[in-house]
């Protein structure tokens, strides 16, 4: 069974950066992306990024492209989301999660399968 576990969340300044991590354990051979939806406070889950499990292939959601950057290392089995030039709008609990591209690409979590426990993220002065 997939099992995620993020970590990396915390507080910072706007312009400021944050490196999320998830830690994928078991099997991902009938999954086809892993990556991060958030929800911001009030808001509706919004799909942020994913990496395509066979061949790398990233998305992005418009309002990230060109601040967030998503990577993998197969080695330590985890998938990383570096966020720079956060604006305060970007604070949000950040899931990790894993499922069908679609879920990204038609920004619906129903095509999602498996779901991290989440972790916070805060930008404030």
């Known amino acids: 069974q997939l099992q995620l576990v993020e970590s990396g969340g915390g507080l910072v300044q706007p312009g400021g950066s944050l490196k999320l991590s998830c830690v994928v354990s078991?099997?991902?051979?009938?999954?086809?992306?892993i990556g991060w939806y958030r929800r911001v406070p009030g808001k509706d889950l919004e799909a942020v990024s994913c990496?395509?499990?066979?061949?790398?292939?990233?998305y992005y959601a418009d309002s990230m492209k060109g601040r967030f950057t998503i990577s993998r290392d197969k080695a330590k089995n985890t998938v990383y989301l570096q966020m720079n030039s956060l604006q305060l709008e970007d604070t949000a609990t950040y899931y990790c999660?894993?499922?069908?591209?679609?879920?990204?690409?038609?920004?619906?979590?129903?095509?999602?399968?498996?779901w991290g426990q989440g972790t916070l993220a805060t930008v404030s002065t």
């Open positions: 999660v894993a499922g069908n591209p679609a879920a990204w690409y038609e920004n619906e979590p129903r095509y999602l399968e498996v």
């Open positions: 990496i395509h499990t066979k061949d790398g292939t990233t």
């Open positions: 078991g099997f991902t051979l009938n999954i086809g992306a």
